[in-house]
């Protein structure tokens, strides 16, 4: 018994140490960035955060201080890409939301900004409250209780005990539909969409694939496009305001 | 004989031939000719009898040449005309398509058909000329530039450099050759160099015509802004994106099918000359520009301790943002307050005016005839490169003695200061961390997590199935009978194996039998009182166990019968309980529904 005992504890061990030998080592190279950039040596600090993220994972304060320093080297498209990362982790961060506005203020090419309507804004308020993890927490703790619900409606004996259970019951349902619908966009839109930043100074969206077709507009450094299908080299991309043409696949960066 | 019945028919039909008026297409250019960038219209029409427009017109691919932009129509009309006592109906649909000539050369438009009843109706063809356009010998004035792109968007200053908080005036123009839809243009955006202010814009494109190297371009203007740079040094005006369609010449089922692009003009680097040190008086706050101050009224008759209300009003090209109360020291024996302060943004000679109004109270304190000190306001004349100062005259107050006990009333707080941001950075870096929380992505890709989402649904699954299982028990009187005969059957053995470890042989039977009638009953739903061996076997062949089983089982009852009312001399009560146990067993495997 004793012995299985402290082979558990062993594997756990051999669990937990690198994770947080990870973790302690992802905290120090994130401060280590810290140092950096307040030292006004942008492009090591850059560095020094990217490091960070490799080995302790995606964090918010991570790829937002990473914009900050790529931003401050003077790599526009880059600073975008880690500013929507970092939106992405945590939507409700107003310096996020804040430096991202600042740096998209810096893209030669400004393209025209998405129209909503009341119910639209409305919608997009809600959906920004929280991450694509946030909303799939949320979604399955509702689910939960819905579910727990579910089993109290099932199980109930007699009419009093069913028909307490029911407001509860769809009151959970709706709410879990709701949440259900939330999390689908909000994955769609930050995991499942393949978004990309332009990361070449100066870039014609061509007809097609190919030198020789026709220039549709013009995009810059900065510039977030969905990538489409690729070929031979070139990627179709669309941007806000519905344009859509054809760029060379090294002239962007995916996120 | 045959050859007068022909022609006697051919005489019949021919007056009704040419009494009834054929449908007829035809195709009408508006002109014959023309150069590339132009546009032509085709009308297409189809007259006669009760025609009907039904499918659209097949018009031909006439690409590269023409491409289709437009289409107006169909427009339709009927007229009903009677002549000699006979009634005509007569209908005619025409649709006008707009083309514009995209390439020279000359097209041939062949005839077009069209069904209408047993026939088809067919069009004249059409010969297009089209010319490149003439490019004209270069006049005078023109300097060989020309706009890099169709259209092109341009962003003119009026001057190359300017003082900090001086007035530019930036002015958006549009060069185009061809036509376009559906425009929309964005504001320049002055980032963090400018303030700005809106001096007019277009309602309509209304071009004139200019020669660019050798080219005619049509030039309209969009809109004018003011500028004023807020910081001295290398200042950016940013790109104005002009968004426009054009038609492809593809059609839907909508109509014409148009595609989206966007131009943007040049960025404009302006530089921005700091406010000089030498000459700039003290009490400098920073205005720029040209200014008038105006006081009224000038003159005012009151008693001492009384309010006199009057309006300080600075007027000038300067950004009223910028403009600062002007300066003035009330003699002793005044107070002076400001009541409020309203801005007014004007235009004029296509620049920014501004006008600041100072409302202010002042109240005198002794009697007399009392010539104030003017108003000043120093500024920045960036005309001439000097800093000035305007003056208002002079209030002039008749003050005669006033109520010794009157009191000056309550006045509000003078005007607050208000906060206006002069520059904009990033947010600064987010502090160092203790422990460094990493997510590796998004949850749902996680297959615990996944795994766990089973679990809810198992449950209520699970309930669902347990509720209406009790459910059956509760109103299906044979199955909840079926589902304990088992168990019933199985406890009779263990009181039969009791009694027999108590000797008590007669005892052990009659569990036995009640075992082996107890099962059958439940099982198959029979009232086991009275319940008699023939009634056994009978149900127990329906249910479905073999005639062997069912033989033993009519022994077995028998045997227990016999053993449990003393009749069976030497009776082995044991083998009885072993028999009846892997009857049993036998009988719920056969009879297993």
Redesign the interface.
């Known amino acids: 018994m004793k012995r299985t005992a402290n082979l558990i504890l062993a594997l756990l061990a051999a669990i937990i140490m690198p994770l947080s030998a990870g973790?302690?080592s992802?905290?120090a190279r994130?401060?280590h960035g810290?140092e950096l950039?307040?030292a006004g040596e942008y492009a090591k600090a850059a560095e020094e955060y990217n490091k960070?993220?490799e080995e302790?994972?995606?964090?918010a304060?991570?790829y937002?201080?990473l914009g900050?320093?790529r931003?401050?080297s003077g790599d526009l498209g880059r600073a975008v890409m880690a500013y929507l990362k970092a939106k992405e982790?945590a939507p409700r961060d107003p310096?996020i939301e804040?430096?991202l506005d600042?740096a998209r203020?810096l893209v030669?090419?400004?393209?025209?900004p998405l129209e909503r309507g009341p119910f639209s804004k409305a919608f997009f308020w809600v959906l920004n409250l929280f991450s694509?993890?946030g909303w799939?927490?949320i979604a399955?703790v509702i689910?939960?209780a819905?579910?727990?619900a579910?089993?109290w409606f099932?199980?109930s004996r007699g009419r009093g005990g069913k028909e307490a259970a029911k407001p509860v019951l769809y009151t959970l349902l709706a709410l879990s539909a709701m949440a259900l619908v939330f999390t689908a966009v909000r994955?769609k839109l930050?995991?499942l969409t393949p978004r990309a930043v332009i990361l070449a100074d100066k870039v014609s969206a061509l007809s097609g694939p190919g030198d020789n077709n026709k220039v549709?507009?013009?995009t810059s450094e900065g510039v977030e496009v969905v990538v489409g299908q690729c070929d031979q080299g070139w990627c179709e991309v669309s941007a806000a305001?519905?344009?859509r043409g054809w760029v060379k696949a090294d002239s962007f960066e995916r996120l | 004989m045959t050859r007068r019945i022909s022609i006697f028919l051919l005489a019949l039909v021919f007056p009704l031939m040419a009494l009834a008026d054929p449908a007829k297409l035809t195709v009408e250019a508006d002109r014959t000719s023309v150069t590339v960038g132009e546009r032509i219209n085709l009308t297409v029409t189809l007259e006669g009898d009760g025609v009907k427009y039904g499918s659209p017109f097949q018009l031909p691919d006439l690409s590269p040449y023409l491409t289709l932009v437009g289409q107006r129509g169909p427009f339709s009309e009927s007229s009903t005309t009677i002549i000699n006592g006979r009634m005509e109906r007569s209908a005619k649909v025409s649709i006008t398509y707009q083309f514009e000539a995209r390439k020279a050369g000359t097209i041939k438009i062949p005839p077009l058909s069209y069904p209408v009843e047993n026939r088809t109706a067919r069009s004249n063809p059409i010969e297009i000329a089209i010319s490149d356009a003439v490019r004209p010998t270069v006049i005078e004035g023109d300097t060989g530039w020309r706009p890099p792109s169709d259209p092109y968007v341009r962003v003119e200053l009026d001057k190359d450099e300017a003082y900090v908080g001086e007035q530019i005036v930036a002015t958006v123009y549009l060069y185009y050759r061809n036509d376009f839809i559906n425009p929309e243009l964005a504001p320049i955006d002055t980032g963090t160099d400018f303030i700005e202010s809106k001096l007019g814009y277009a309602t309509s494109l209304d071009p004139k015509t200019e020669t660019f190297g050798g080219e005619r371009w049509k030039v309209a203007y969009l809109y004018s802004q003011a500028l004023f740079p807020i910081k001295a040094g290398e200042a950016l005006i940013r790109p104005v994106t002009f968004k426009y369609f054009v038609a492809t010449g593809r059609r839907s089922f909508f109509g014409p099918v148009t595609e989206g692009y966007a131009v943007s003009s040049d960025p404009i680097k302006i530089k921005i000359k700091p406010l000089p040190v030498a000459g700039r008086p003290a009490d400098f706050e920073g205005e720029v520009g040209s200014f008038d101050i105006k006081v009224t009224p000038s003159f005012g008759s009151l008693k001492a301790n009384e309010q006199f209300k009057f309006t300080v009003s600075i007027e000038g090209t300067g950004h009223m943002d910028y403009i600062s109360k002007p300066r003035f020291e009330p003699p002793e024996g005044f107070d002076l307050y400001t009541e409020g302060v309203e801005k007014d943004y004007l235009k004029d000679k296509g620049r920014a005016v501004g006008r600041r109004r100072f409302k202010m109270i002042l109240v005198p304190h002794k009697e007399g005839k009392h010539v104030l000190p003017p108003f000043t306001l120093s500024y920045f004349d960036p005309e001439s490169g000097q800093y000035k100062t305007a003056k208002s005259p002079g209030v002039r107050l008749m003050v005669s003695p006033g109520d010794k006990s009157s009191e000056p009333l309550p006045l509000a707080a003078s005007e607050p200061e208000v906060i206006s941001a002069v520059g904009a950075d990033l947010r600064y870096v987010k502090p160092d961390l203790d422990e460094y929380d990493g997510s590796v992505g998004w949850l749902g890709y996680s297959p615990a997590f996944a795994a766990a989402q089973l679990a809810p649904a198992a449950a209520v699954l699970a309930s669902i199935f347990l509720r209406r299982r009790k459910d059956k028990l509760r109103h299906d009187v044979a199955f909840a009978r079926r589902l304990r005969a088992n168990k019933e059957s199985a406890r009779a053995m263990r009181e039969a194996r009791a009694a027999l470890a108590k000797g008590d042989s007669a005892q052990a039977c009659a569990d036995v039998y009640r075992a082996l009638a107890g099962f059958v009953s439940d099982n198959l739903n029979l009232a086991e009182a009275g319940l008699t061996a023939a009634e056994v076997t009978d149900a127990l062949l329906e249910a479905g166990a073999s005639e062997e089983a069912v033989e033993l089982t009519r022994e077995l009852l028998g045997s227990c019968d016999m053993a449990r009312f003393g009749l069976g001399e030497g009776t082995d009560a044991r083998s009885i309980v072993d028999k009846g146990e892997a009857l049993l067993a036998r009988l719920a495997k056969e009879t297993r529904q």
Do not use: C, H, R
């Open positions: 973790a302690s992802a905290a994130y401060n810290n950039y307040k960070a993220i302790g994972g995606a964090n304060m991570a937002y201080n900050n320093a931003l401050k982790l310096d804040y430096n600042y203020g030669k090419t400004q393209l025209p694509a993890n799939t927490a399955a689910y939960w819905a579910a727990a579910g089993v099932a199980v994955v930050d995991v549709l507009f013009e305001g519905g344009f």
